[in-house]
């Protein structure tokens, strides 16, 4: 258990539907990564929040949006869904000194 | 803007032969980390190289850093099954954005 936690773990949604995708990082770590992996894809960097700030953007849609919470923890939401926004999502967290990321489960998405 | 790149993509391995895989980046990083995915899991952090020029061993598994810290190196000897997975590397070019390379998936014909 890495101690970080993602709900929901698999989501099944529409088209042009919306949806938030939640992580909670572990205790005291400050940094929040979301990334996408599409399959047999790489791990695609969208965004990184440390302590409620955005401090990294990577190719994130204008569709996406993120945000990180006083509690640390953070949300991904998800616009106007297309079917090639289906891929596993991970929320990963670090504590200080950006050593080792710790990555969730991950939370599965299907667009139909 | 930065991109680290990895090879091979795949990597067929006979049980018991040695590979390597390499990671490339576009500009200096500050440190690189390897994480392995296995099938059906979530990565997980395996070392972090910091210095120019280090080496860092695990068991059969050699971590290599470049002299430039813009290349580093999966070396893995005597391949078993329980090595089947997903390597990345993952660099950071300066101490916020952590970008992943796109993977080794290594797969082990007994």
């Known amino acids: 258990d890495s101690g970080v936690t993602q709900t929901p773990k698999h989501l099944i949604t529409a088209t042009g539907q919306r949806v938030t995708l939640r992580c909670s990082p572990r205790s005291g770590d400050l940094s929040v990564y979301w990334y996408q992996q599409s399959l047999d894809q790489g791990l695609q960097f969208l965004i990184q929040y440390y302590n409620g700030e955005e401090r990294a953007k990577g190719n994130i849609l204008e569709r996406f949006s993120a945000q990180q919470f006083p509690d640390l923890h953070s949300e991904l939401n998800l616009s106007s869904l297309e079917l090639g926004d289906s891929a596993l999502y991970f929320c990963a967290s670090s504590g200080p000194g950006y050593t080792e990321a710790f990555f969730g489960q991950g939370t599965r998405l299907t667009v139909v | 803007g930065q991109q680290v790149m990895q090879i091979p993509q795949y990597q067929h391995v006979q049980e018991g032969e040695d590979f390597t895989t390499y990671c490339n980046s576009s500009t200096t990083l500050s440190n690189i980390q390897w994480y392995k995915q296995r099938p059906g899991g979530h990565p997980v952090f395996l070392i972090q190289?910091?210095?120019?020029?280090e080496v860092k061993k695990q068991k059969r598994l050699t971590f290599q850093f470049g002299e430039a810290k813009k290349n580093s190196s999966l070396h893995i000897t005597a391949t078993q099954t329980t090595d089947v997975g997903t390597y990345f590397c993952a660099g950071r070019p300066n101490d916020y954005k952590l970008s992943f390379g796109a993977g080794t998936t290594v797969t082990v014909r007994a």
């Open positions: 190289l910091v210095k120019s020029g």
